[in-house]
C-alpha cells in the first residue's frame, strides 16, 4: 500500500479546564524531519511527543503544534520568573551596547516583554499532574487520523503510479518490436557491407571483415537493456503493491529506468526507436515526479 508524504489533521481535545487543539501536516522530505511548536512547562511531553511520531512515521518534513488555553473564568497564563529575568537583562544589555554605538532605541513595553518566548506560558497548575499523558493519549487518535489522510492520498497516488508503470511497460514492448525490426533491416545491410567491400577490396580478409561487423552488430544491440527495463517493471509493480514504506527503492528504480532507457537511447540507431526512447524517458521523469511523493 502506498502511502503519501503530504497530509494533514487537527483534533482538539480537553482536561476538566484546559482545551487543547493539535495541528499536524506534512510535506514530502528526503528523511523524518519533525518540527514541533509545543507549550513550555510540561515536562517530558516533547520526548513523548518525537516518539509516538517517529514510530509512526518513516519519511517527511511533518510540523506539529500544540494550543493549550482554559475555559471561561479561568486564569490562562503565568509568568516564567527564570526567563522573564533573562529576557530583561538581555534587554538592559542591547540597551547599554545601542548606547554606547550612539544608537538610540524606543523602550520597550510590557506586550514586548510577554510576546518572548517562553515568558508567559499555560497557567498549569502542579496538581494537574495527568495532563502529559493526557495529550500523549489524545495524539495517538490525531496520528490514526493523520496516517489515514496518508493513505487517502496514497490510494490516489498508486492508481497514477500503476497507470505510469503500464504506460512504461508500454513502450517498452514496443521498442522491443521496433529493435527486432531494425535487426532484421542490419543483417541485411550488414551482408551489403560485406559483398561492397570484399569486391572493393578482395585482399582483405574477409574473416577478419566479418569479426568487424558483428562487433558492430553487438554495439548496437538493445536487448540487454529491453530485458533489463522489463525487470525493472515488474519490480516497480511489487513494490506499489508492498505495505511497507517504498518511496527510496521506487526512486532509486526509478533513477535504473532512466538510466536503461539513456543506453537505449544512444544505441538506437533508427528514428522509430529514437522516438520510443524519449518517450519512454519523458514517461520515466513523470514517474518519478509522482515517487517524491511516496513515504
Same mark, same amino acid.
Given at each position: 500500500?502506498?502511502?503519501?508524504?503530504?497530509?494533514?489533521?487537527?483534533?482538539?481535545?480537553? %482536561?476538566?479546564?484546559?482545551?487543547?487543539?493539535?495541528?499536524?501536516?506534512? #510535506? *514530502?522530505?528526503?528523511?523524518?524531519?519533525?518540527?514541533?511548536?509545543? !507549550?513550555?512547562?510540561?515536562?517530558?511531553?516533547?520526548?513523548?511527543?518525537?516518539?509516538?511520531?517517529?514510530?509512526?512515521?518513516? /519519511?517527511?518534513?511533518?510540523?506539529?503544534?500544540?494550543?493549550?488555553?482554559?475555559?471561561?473564568?479561568?486564569?490562562?497564563?503565568?509568568?516564567?520568573?527564570?526567563?522573564?529575568?533573562?529576557? %530583561?537583562?538581555?534587554?538592559?544589555?542591547?540597551?547599554?551596547?545601542?548606547?554606547?554605538?550612539?544608537?538610540?532605541?524606543?523602550?520597550?513595553?510590557?506586550?514586548?516583554?510577554?510576546?518572548?518566548?517562553?515568558?508567559?506560558? !499555560? =497557567?498549569?497548575?502542579?496538581?494537574?499532574?495527568?495532563?502529559?499523558? =493526557?495529550?500523549?493519549?489524545?495524539?495517538?487518535?490525531?496520528?490514526?487520523?493523520?496516517?489515514?489522510? /496518508?493513505?487517502?492520498?496514497?490510494?490516489?497516488?498508486?492508481? %497514477?503510479?500503476? *497507470?505510469?508503470?503500464?504506460?512504461?511497460?508500454?513502450?517498452?514492448?514496443?521498442?522491443?518490436?521496433?529493435?527486432?525490426?531494425?535487426?532484421?533491416?542490419?543483417?541485411?545491410?550488414?551482408?551489403?557491407?560485406?559483398?561492397?567491400?570484399?569486391?572493393?577490396?578482395?585482399?582483405?580478409?574477409?574473416?577478419?571483415?566479418?569479426?568487424?561487423?558483428?562487433?558492430?552488430?553487438?554495439?548496437?544491440?538493445?536487448?540487454?537493456?529491453?530485458? /533489463?527495463?522489463?525487470?525493472?517493471?515488474?519490480?516497480?509493480?511489487?513494490? #506499489?503493491?508492498? !505495505?511497507?514504506?517504498?518511496?527510496? /527503492?521506487?526512486?532509486? %528504480?526509478?533513477?535504473?529506468?532512466?538510466?536503461?532507457?539513456?543506453?537505449?537511447?544512444?544505441?538506437?540507431?533508427?528514428?522509430?526507436?529514437?522516438?520510443?526512447?524519449?518517450?519512454?524517458?519523458?514517461?520515466?521523469?513523470?514517474?518519478?515526479?509522482?515517487?517524491? *511523493?511516496?513515504?
Amino acid at each position: 500500500m502506498i502511502r503519501s508524504m503530504t497530509a494533514f489533521a487537527s483534533r482538539r481535545g480537553d %482536561l476538566d479546564a484546559i482545551v487543547w487543539d493539535w495541528d499536524l501536516r506534512s #510535506v *514530502n522530505g528526503r528523511g523524518l524531519d519533525l518540527r514541533l511548536r509545543l !507549550p513550555e512547562g510540561i515536562e517530558g511531553l516533547e520526548a513523548g511527543v518525537r516518539a509516538a511520531l517517529s514510530a509512526r512515521l518513516s /519519511r517527511g518534513s511533518v510540523s506539529l503544534a500544540l494550543r493549550l488555553s482554559r475555559g471561561a473564568g479561568e486564569g490562562g497564563l503565568a509568568i516564567d520568573e527564570a526567563q522573564l529575568d533573562r529576557v %530583561l537583562h538581555a534587554l538592559e544589555h542591547v540597551q547599554q551596547r545601542a548606547f554606547a554605538l550612539g544608537v538610540t532605541l524606543g523602550q520597550a513595553t510590557a506586550a514586548d516583554v510577554l510576546a518572548q518566548r517562553g515568558v508567559a506560558v !499555560p =497557567a498549569v497548575a502542579p496538581e494537574e499532574e495527568g495532563l502529559r499523558a =493526557a495529550l500523549l493519549a489524545d495524539l495517538e487518535g490525531l496520528l490514526d487520523d493523520f496516517m489515514a489522510a /496518508r493513505e487517502g492520498e496514497g490510494a490516489a497516488l498508486e492508481t %497514477l503510479l500503476a *497507470n505510469q508503470i503500464a504506460s512504461i511497460e508500454s513502450l517498452v514492448e514496443e521498442s522491443q518490436r521496433l529493435a527486432q525490426a531494425r535487426r532484421d533491416e542490419s543483417r541485411g545491410e550488414l551482408r551489403a557491407a560485406l559483398r561492397r567491400v570484399a569486391e572493393a577490396m578482395p585482399e582483405m580478409d574477409e574473416a577478419r571483415l566479418a569479426q568487424e561487423l558483428a562487433l558492430i552488430a553487438v554495439r548496437s544491440d538493445v536487448t540487454e537493456e529491453i530485458d /533489463r527495463l522489463r525487470a525493472h517493471v515488474a519490480q516497480a509493480r511489487e513494490l #506499489v503493491a508492498d !505495505p511497507r514504506p517504498v518511496g527510496r /527503492r521506487l526512486d532509486f %528504480l526509478a533513477q535504473e529506468l532512466n538510466r536503461e532507457a539513456n543506453t537505449l537511447l544512444s544505441k538506437s540507431g533508427s528514428s522509430g526507436l529514437s522516438r520510443i526512447g524519449l518517450d519512454l524517458k519523458a514517461a520515466i521523469d513523470q514517474m518519478r515526479e509522482q515517487v517524491q *511523493n511516496v513515504e
